[in-house]
């Protein structure tokens, strides 16, 4: 402890004109006597407040239950402050942390920064700016749960997004747990055309492919996950019936990976059954010549004109789900597709009606020309190699 620390709080405790319902405040502090000054002063203005005095000490408080807010100083023994931090954001990205020093240090401020503090305070610190302080961390900590209760509500990540330490270890943690699920392409009179391996997590905070996949992105990570995709789904293709083919989820930067394409790649065992899929939505540049089968996925969900289309030549197209939704129903969407999958054919493209739920979608994009059939009336995702329904 700096050896301002005894006298870094006033004795005199700040009371609030208005209640504070916010109750768990965890006070980190080895100074005995301030510990208990900052005790008083934040049970005076309504918060419940537990002490630790080291940084193992704090972690065992942390492991019998949640807090609020953490308030806690920087050099403190055994754990540091700043190495509580960081232990805390590899498995809670909502709690807001204060940081306080009597020996502020710009490198310090700004780890405490990029993990995710909250603020970082310098002693001596009025009492009333502790309790400020804590007051609004506490009601930014409830505006947190309440964004991810909304988040759920509405079927999106809950991922808190903004602290990138907690971001990365809820990465990490799901990388480790990434496994592949298969649904299988049909042609219209009921053959195995091939398998789309698709992404799943065990990690609670990245349980979704989209919000793994945004993870990946912001840390850039693409390449670390794009790297697994295809080494399970290639381990577990080695199993698939012969004269299949294997459609893998690519972001476009998966096609400027190089080990894509090195001979030894996973893929690159089984170039001439791989399709890779890649979203029409996506910004395409600089594509050359890959080696492997091109399938546009969700052509129609959204205009992204010729350069993405071109640049690739696919050789197979994936119709959106949303156009086949109810098509028996919908003489625009009929006319729709049915225009797509002519132009399609003189093009050479062959075309994948996805999403098929019932047998009268089924009919109808028969009727309409398309070549390949995937949805849950065939068969939902599953372990290699589900079975059809028939």
């Given amino acids: 402890m700096n050896v301002d620390a005894k006298t870094s709080f006033d004795t005199k405790p700040v009371t609030s004109s208005a209640a504070v319902d916010a109750k768990g405040i965890l006070v980190v502090e080895d ?53 509580l931090l960081r ?7 909502d709690v807001p942390v204060i940081l306080m ?53 509405l079927g999106g990540s809950s991922l808190a997004a903004g602290d990138l330490v907690g971001l990365e270890a809820c990465f990490f943690r799901a990388l480790e747990t990434v496994h592949m699920v298969y649904q299988p392409l049909v042609t219209p009179n009921g053959g195995i055309f091939g398998y789309e391996a698709l992404l799943r997590s065990t990690e609670p905070s990245l349980s979704s492919p989209a919000a793994l ?77 890959i080696g492997y089968r091109i399938a546009v996925d969700d ?21 959106d789900m949303s156009l086949v939704r109810d098509i028996h129903n919908s003489t625009v969407r009929q006319r729709i597709v049915g225009s797509m999958v002519t132009l399609c054919k003189e093009l050479e493209i062959q ?6 739920e019932t047998q009268d979608e089924r009919d109808t994009v028969c009727k309409l020309g398309c070549d390949i059939l995937q949805g849950y009336y065939f068969a939902r995702p599953g372990p290699p190699f589900p079975e059809l329904k028939r």
């Fill in 213 to 289: 996949l945004a993870a990946a992105e912001r840390l850039n990570r693409l390449h670390d996950l794009g790297r697994r995709v295809r080494t399970l789904s290639a381990g577990a293709f080695a199993r698939a019936p012969a004269g299949t083919s294997l459609f893998v989820n690519l972001h476009t930067n998966d096609l400027l990976d190089s080990e894509l394409f090195e001979a030894g790649s996973p893929l690159s065992k089984i170039a001439d059954r791989v399709v890779l899929e890649v979203t029409e939505r996506a910004t395409i540049e600089n594509v050359v010549d």
């Fill in 87 to 93: 232990i805390i954001r590899a498995y809670d990205l």
């Fill in 101 to 153: 020093t009597g020996s502020p240090r710009l490198e310090t401020a700004t780890e405490a920064v990029q993990l995710g503090a909250l603020q970082y305070l310098v002693k001596p610190v009025e009492n009333v700016t502790i309790v400020d302080a804590v007051r609004r961390a506490s009601r930014l900590h409830k505006m947190a749960r309440i964004k991810r209760e909304a988040l759920r509500a």
């Fill in 351 to 356: 075309v994948v009606a996805e999403g098929v």
């Fill in 299 to 319: 052509l129609g969900a959204g205009y992204a004109g010729l350069t993405s289309f071109a640049a690739l030549e696919p050789e197979i197209v994936k119709l």
């Fill in 31 to 83: 100074d005995a006597a301030l510990a208990r000054s900052m005790q008083r002063i934040l049970s005076s203005a309504g918060f419940e407040v537990t002490l630790a005095h080291d940084g193992d000490e704090a972690l065992q408080k942390l492991s019998a239950g949640a807090f609020e807010v953490i308030l806690t100083d920087i050099e403190l023994p055994k754990t540091s402050g700043v190495d």
